[in-house]
Nanobody, 124 residues
């Protein structure tokens, strides 16, 4: 079993920045990739960004490309999401996700474990 805990969410004005963190713990015995997703009430969970095991391959949703950066620290079992130039439409609960595979992936069903989520609210 793997546990994921997100942190770093909060309230920020449009144009501002936030950095989300996700710490993984538990029985981590093999290589894994990580992803970030977000969800607003009444909508499906949507892909934001993902990163492969070695950290040299990343994917982003078009809506966040050039504004968000995903990174990881394997020594600490952590993944980060640096969010710059935030927009009102970035408001959502953000979830990190864990996948028992080296390669990054953009689909919800490809992930094995999920965090509890952290709220990001961008005021216009």
């Amino acid at each position: 079993q793997v546990q994921l805990v997100e942190s770093g969410g909060g309230l920020v004005q449009a144009g501002g920045s936030l950095r989300l963190s996700c710490a993984a713990s538990g029985r981590i015995f093999s290589s894994y990739s990580m992803g970030w997703f977000r969800q607003v009430p009444g909508m499906a969970r949507e892909f934001v960004a993902s990163i492969n095991w070695s950290g040299d391959n990343t994917y982003y949703a078009d809506s966040v490309k050039d504004r968000f950066t995903v990174s990881r620290d394997n020594a600490k079992n952590k993944v980060y999401l640096q969010m710059n130039s935030l927009k009102f439409e970035d408001t959502a609960v953000y979830y990190c996700a864990f996948r028992w595979a080296r390669g990054a992936a953009p689909f919800v069903l490809e992930y094995d474990y999920w965090g509890q989520g952290t709220q990001v609210t961008v005021s216009s």
